[in-house]
């Protein structure tokens, strides 16, 4: 079993950033991959971005790409996604996600490809 804790959701400006945080326990960090995922009211669950099990492969959907970043401390076993410039779009609740990665670098873009799941992180980013 893999334990998810994400943090650092908030209330913030159009224009402005956030680092949202996902704290992992229960398997050897080096052997899981996390994916960020986000759900706005109505809409389905999306991929935003994801880290491999090393952090060698980062893979962030094309409408953050340019504006996120995704970066994993394996010291701390906590995987963080960086935000910027915020757009009123990118309001949602974020959840970060984990698939274990024993081998291989690979990060899946479905969310189906993930077991294990947090509680989710609010962020709202007013106009």
């Known amino acids: 079993q893999v334990q998810l804790v994400e943090s650092g959701g908030g209330l913030v400006q159009a224009g402005g950033s956030l680092r949202l945080s996902c704290i992992t326990s229960g398997r050897t960090f080096s052997s899981i991959s996390v994916g960020w995922f986000r759900q706005a009211p109505g809409k389905e669950r999306e991929f935003v971005g994801g880290i491999s099990r090393s952090g060698i492969n980062i893979h962030c959907a094309d409408s953050v790409k340019v504006r996120f970043t995704i970066s994993r401390d394996s010291a701390k076993n906590t995987v963080y996604l960086e935000m910027n410039n915020l757009k009123p779009e990118d309001t949602a609740v974020y959840y970060c996600?984990?698939?274990?990665?024993?081998?291989?670098?690979?990060?899946?873009?479905?969310?189906?490809?993930?077991?294990?799941w947090g509680q989710g992180t609010q962020v709202t980013v007013s106009s």
């Open positions: 996600a984990a698939r274990s990665a024993t081998t291989g670098e690979r990060v899946a873009t479905n969310l189906y490809d993930y077991n294990y």
